[in-house]
């Protein structure tokens, strides 16, 4: 499963490339306004960081002025994927770009159904949303698997990219069912490579080694 991280936060991208575990930057207008960046600046710094693909959203609602929005956005790198929304006017931009060869990332998906319209419009990436869709009542790790099932049914190459992840048991269940990607916030993914006995383990180990009074050299 590819590990995406979802800021506009320089520092925190930077910090997790160098794990060498990072494969993509997912960001939206939301984060670009929380990072207080000017938006082309900024997707254009996170792009020099990763080699892999970095969503940049769309704000317009119509196709055409999507597609306007797109052409401006796709010249920042190679590496930047186009992300529109899950309507009408965002699949109709979806399918043009993807035939036109560059990744789209359909977001704000909360419906099995509109994975597949967006699998049909030749969609790079489908973003559901666990979280919020968790938040509203729902459970947002069955609508991944439906998606699953769905796209195996059929053979769609469409990327399961899980969004709006809140914890480390939604990485696990997203790598469970078998998602192509999944995108968290830093904090997130710092903490997967927590747990407590590793803390414990590496102290009982050290406060051991000091006793031997050897070093190695
Ligand atoms: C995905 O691309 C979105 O930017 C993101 O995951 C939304 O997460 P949120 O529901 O925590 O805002």
Redesign the pocket.
């Known amino acids: 499963m590819k590990f995406f991280v ?1 800021t506009a936060e320089i520092e925190d991208i930077k910090e997790l490339a160098a794990t060498g575990l990072l494969d993509g930057v ?3 207008p ?2 670009i306004a929380k990072s207080g960046r000017d938006f082309m600046e900024v997707t254009k710094e996170i792009c020099g960081i990763v080699d892999g693909p970095v ?1 940049a959203e769309v704000v317009a609602l119509d196709h055409e002025s999507m597609m306007k929005e797109a052409e401006i956005l796709r010249k920042i790198a190679d590496n930047v994927c186009i ?1 529109v929304p899950l309507t009408v006017d965002g699949l109709k931009t979806c399918k043009a770009l993807t035939e036109d060869g560059t990744m789209v ?1 359909v ?1 704000l998906c909360f419906s099995a159904n509109q994975a597949l319209l967006a699998a049909k419009a030749g969609a790079t990436f489908i ?1 559901p ?1 666990v ?2 869709h968790d938040d509203n009542g729902f459970d947002g790790m069955d609508l991944i698997e439906d998606i699953r099932l769905i796209y195996d049914n059929y053979g769609f190459e469409t990327e399961i ?1 899980v ?4 914890h480390v048991t939604h990485v696990l269940e997203s790598a469970k069912i078998g998602a192509d990607v999944m ?1 968290a ?1 830093p904090k997130v993914i710092h903490g997967l490579f927590k747990h407590v006995l590793t803390d414990k383990g590496i102290e009982g180990f050290l406060a051991d080694w000091e006793k031997t009074g050897q070093s190695i050299t």
């Open positions: 979802d997912t960001t939206n939301s984060l969503s992300k990332n977001t973003s949303f979280g919020r990219l969004a709006s992840v809140r995108t916030p």
